[in-house]
């Protein structure tokens, strides 16, 4: 068996005036050993589809198998075989970090000394501080060690590094790799789209409860057609369309616009910015910003949803 995670045509609806249906329909297969990144929006239905597949929410239908078993058939096998770091973890303040650790460690068959798990997440030295001592940063650390204690087979973060220093998220990243070079299998969540390319093997991007986009983070981005992407804003508006002269350029596969900011997605930048800035003298465009960069998953998500990661979601 290679797959640690199917699940067909899943959905969740909450009862209401009217009803809501946070996961519509959702398919996914997930591989033994990956790091796999379930990437979207907030209000794209994440948590509820990774808290359907860690057995904390039942679904309304739908099939699903963690290590080819079944909830509601072999419950206390999968938890044996799983660890769970949640969006938001409360641990006793009270406690310190080792008995927060050793009380985690009771709850499953076997697995690690709770001090060598303290290691792998940096923490040796606050051993003994309680857990209401420690800053946001060691507090993840700390939720992590207790996915990590019972030695599971596979492991959900679920927005993992959400408001966290870049330092403190760095520090996770590296916990998260090493663990996944010890041939875990990992469901990471995250709306950071830089996140998932450095960390997943795969990634599905899921917007209004349904996956739009499947692949390895090179392949998604490779979709757009070019890897760079160059964006500019103009003092004022053309007087005439510029829209299919930009798209004429060589290189060019996509145009967008959004107020007096353009983007345009590009293979080749340096064959592309000298002709647009011709273009643009001719027709008397003053450009107040001009920027190129990597392409990234989020200009796919852009491009799917046709709106930004932090935008307001639109009702389906």
Same mark, same amino acid.
């Given at each position: 068996?290679?797959?640690?995670?199917?699940?067909?045509?899943?959905?969740?609806?909450?009862?209401?005036?009217?009803?809501?249906?946070?996961?519509?329909?959702?398919?996914?297969?997930?591989?033994?050993?990956?790091?796999?990144?379930?990437?979207?929006?907030?209000?794209?239905?994440?948590?509820?589809?990774?808290?359907?597949?860690?057995?904390?929410?039942?679904?309304?239908?739908?099939?699903?198998?963690?290590?080819?078993?079944?909830?509601?058939?072999?419950?206390?096998?999968?938890?044996?075989?799983?660890?769970?770091?949640?969006?938001?973890?409360?641990?006793?303040?009270?406690?310190?970090?080792?008995?927060?650790?050793?009380?985690?460690?009771?709850?499953?068959?076997?697995?690690?000394?709770?001090?060598?798990?303290?290691?792998?997440?940096?923490?040796?030295?606050?051993?003994?501080?309680?857990?209401?001592?420690?800053?946001?940063?060691?507090?993840?650390?700390?939720?992590?060690?207790?996915?990590?204690?019972?030695?599971?087979?596979?492991?959900?973060?679920?927005?993992?590094?959400?408001?966290?220093?870049?330092?403190?998220?760095?520090? $996770?990243?590296?916990?998260?790799?090493?663990? /996944?070079?010890?041939?875990? +299998?990992? =469901?990471? *969540?995250? %709306?950071?789209?830089? &996140?998932?390319?450095?960390?997943?093997?795969?990634?599905?991007?899921?917007?209004?409860?349904?996956?739009?986009?499947?692949?390895?983070?090179?392949?998604?981005?490779?979709?757009?057609?070019?890897?760079?992407?160059?964006?500019?804003?103009?003092?004022?508006?053309?007087?005439?369309?510029?829209?299919?002269?930009?798209?004429?350029?060589?290189?060019?596969?996509?145009?967008?616009?959004?107020?007096?900011?353009?983007?345009?997605?590009?293979?080749?930048?340096?064959?592309?910015?000298? $002709?647009?800035?011709?273009?643009?003298?001719? /027709?008397?465009?003053?450009? +107040?910003? =001009?920027? *190129?960069? %990597?392409?990234?998953? &989020?200009?796919?998500?852009?491009?799917?949803?046709?709106?930004?990661?932090?935008?307001?979601?639109?009702?389906?």
């Amino acid at each position: 068996m290679t797959l640690a995670i199917r699940c067909q045509n899943l959905v969740k609806r909450y009862d209401g005036r009217p009803p809501v249906e946070a996961v519509r329909g959702l398919n996914l297969e997930i591989e033994r050993g990956e790091c796999f990144g379930l990437l979207g929006p907030n209000g794209a239905g994440k948590t509820t589809t990774i808290e359907i597949l860690e057995g904390l929410l039942t679904p309304t239908s739908g099939e699903v198998e963690v290590l080819g078993l079944r909830w509601g058939k072999a419950d206390n096998e999968i938890r044996q075989r799983i660890g769970i770091s949640l969006q938001e973890t409360r641990l006793s303040e009270k406690l310190t970090v080792l008995e927060t650790l050793r009380l985690f460690r009771s709850f499953y068959r076997e697995g690690p000394d709770p001090r060598e798990c303290l290691a792998k997440v940096s923490l040796e030295e606050k051993a003994d501080a309680r857990v209401g001592k420690l800053s946001g940063g060691q507090k993840q650390r700390l939720a992590v060690a207790c996915a990590l204690v019972g030695n599971p087979e596979l492991l959900f973060l679920d927005e993992p590094t959400t408001g966290l220093d870049p330092s403190s998220r760095r520090q $996770l990243w590296e916990i998260i790799r090493e663990v /996944r070079s010890a041939g875990r +299998t990992i =469901l990471l *969540t995250t %709306h950071y789209m830089d &996140e998932a390319e450095r960390l997943c093997d795969r990634v599905a991007i899921v917007d209004h409860g349904q996956v739009i986009a499947l692949g390895t983070p090179r392949e998604l981005i490779a979709s757009l057609g070019g890897e760079h992407v160059i964006e500019f804003t103009l003092a004022c508006t053309p007087t005439e369309p510029i829209d299919a002269a930009l798209a004429a350029l060589p290189s060019v596969s996509e145009v967008r616009q959004e107020d007096d900011h353009w983007s345009l997605s590009v293979a080749e930048p340096h064959i592309v910015l000298p $002709l647009l800035m011709e273009m643009l003298r001719e /027709r008397q465009c003053e450009l +107040t910003s =001009l920027t *190129t960069r %990597h392409a990234s998953l &989020e200009d796919v998500f852009v491009k799917l949803a046709g709106r930004h990661l932090d935008d307001e979601p639109v009702p389906a």
